[in-house]
């Protein structure tokens, strides 16, 4: 019993450790993220714990990410545009609302005028945006909200089919 309860300590620790570890990355770097990811299909969606609209979506996509968990050819990335300031804000939220996909903070808001036409030129700005690419090329744009129902029918669209 020792052993099973010493065993779940350590689990938790390394969860509350990987829920820290939320890189700040400058938007050349989320780039470089994006290009690199080797997933078939890349959901990338940007947010913040501020966006009514966002967090009322992310328990659908803690969903999706969890049927997709085992797929070696689907990853989920959230770009937090929160300032880096609120750091914290984030980890707490990401912890008290269980978001199990990986958690990046873009901290490069001065710049915003610049790097967000280079996402996707239809975006003026507005979060929530979801953006998906399939072999490094962006297939599908969301300005706004979505439903677990239409992220699920735009991700078996395009993986594997």
Not at 17 to 28: F, G, T, V, W
Not at 75 to 84: F, G, I, P
Not at 94 to 107: G, N, P
Not at 127 to 136: A, G, Q, R, S
């Amino acid at each position: 019993m020792q052993k099973l309860r010493f065993f779940f300590i350590l689990l938790l620790m390394a969860a509350g450790m990987q829920a820290q570890n939320i890189p700040l990355l400058k938007y050349e770097q989320l780039e470089s993220r994006i290009a690199g990811e080797k997933a078939e299909l890349l959901v990338v969606n940007f947010w913040a714990t501020t966006c009514a609209p966002c967090v009322k979506e992310l328990p659908h996509f803690m969903e999706v990410n969890a049927e997709y968990k085992d797929d070696p050819g689907f990853k989920m990335l959230l770009v937090s545009l929160d300032r880096a300031k609120d750091l914290e804000r984030v980890k707490k939220f990401m912890k008290d609302r269980e978001i199990t996909a990986e958690v990046v903070v873009l901290d490069d808001n001065k710049r915003m005028n610049t790097w967000i036409p280079r996402i996707n030129l239809d975006w003026g700005g507005e979060i929530p945006v979801t953006l998906i690419y399939k072999n490094n090329e962006q297939v599908y744009f969301q300005n706004g909200e979505m439903s677990k129902e239409e992220l699920q029918q735009v991700i078996k669209q395009h993986l594997n089919p």
